[in-house]
């Protein structure tokens, strides 16, 4: 019975993936069904790619990852990169794709550690086989935490700067992809003096982004 549970289980995120495909459905992520099953309030409105402005979309993608249109959902060269960091006791730092962190916010939990990601590789590869580029990033826009009881490009917008996400400039867009890493802790409508240096960054890359995003198109 155990192993018929477990299985159940393994399976599950397989068949929520064909599931997720459809673009009728709005898939939450496992911090949105936390605090709905603790009763804690949160802020999540769906909205469709095509009405989240482009700077935004271009922004996210090469501040989080600049291969997205050319991998199959996990990028090797960089994976292969952070390996041999740790196997040289150099400080870990991240190589997860935008797939590989929709994944994680869908099926996975936060926590680092060798077996998430050992999960997170798998499911990341099956779900750039059966969903769309385009849908993914839709999905991971929608789900992402952008600050406390926050998810999604459309609750941050209204949040941070009381705007749709059509209405977004360069210079917000940027701030807001420069929150990403860390939600709770950066604030893009009060950014401190480094958050603003990286914003510059990620703004000039954005204007560069060129075929990097031409997998949306």
């Not at 998430?116 to 990341?124: F, H, Q, W, Y």
């Not at 990286?198 to 954005?206: H, P, V, Y």
Request: net charge neutral; proline share 6%; aromatic share 8%.
């Amino acid at each position: 019975m155990l192993l018929l549970v477990a299985i159940g289980l393994a399976m599950l995120p397989l068949a929520l993936t064909l599931l997720y495909r459809l673009e009728f459905t709005r898939p939450v992520s496992m911090l949105m069904l936390v605090d709905r099953f603790t009763f804690r309030p949160f802020h999540r409105q769906w909205i469709d790619i095509d009405d989240v402005a482009p700077v935004l979309v271009q922004s996210v993608i090469m501040s989080e990852d600049g291969q997205f249109c050319s991998h199959q959902g996990v990028d090797w060269g960089a994976l292969n990169e952070v390996i041999n960091e740790a196997l040289e006791g150099e400080r870990a730092r991240g190589a997860s794709t935008i797939t590989m962190q929709t994944v994680k916010n869908l099926f996975l939990w936060n926590s680092r550690s060798f077996i998430r990601k050992g999960l997170e590789i798998p499911l990341a590869i099956w779900f750039d086989l059966v969903v769309p580029k385009k849908r993914v990033l839709e999905i991971y826009l929608n789900i992402a935490e952008w600050g406390i009881a926050t998810y999604g490009v459309a609750a941050a917008s209204q949040a941070y700067f009381g705007k749709h996400p059509t209405e977004l400039s360069p210079r917000e867009a940027a701030l807001l992809t420069v929150a990403l890493p860390n939600p709770k802790e950066r604030n893009p409508a009060s950014p401190g003096p480094g958050m603003s240096r990286l914003a510059d960054i990620i703004q000039a890359r954005a204007a560069k982004a060129g075929g990097h995003t031409g997998c949306l198109d």
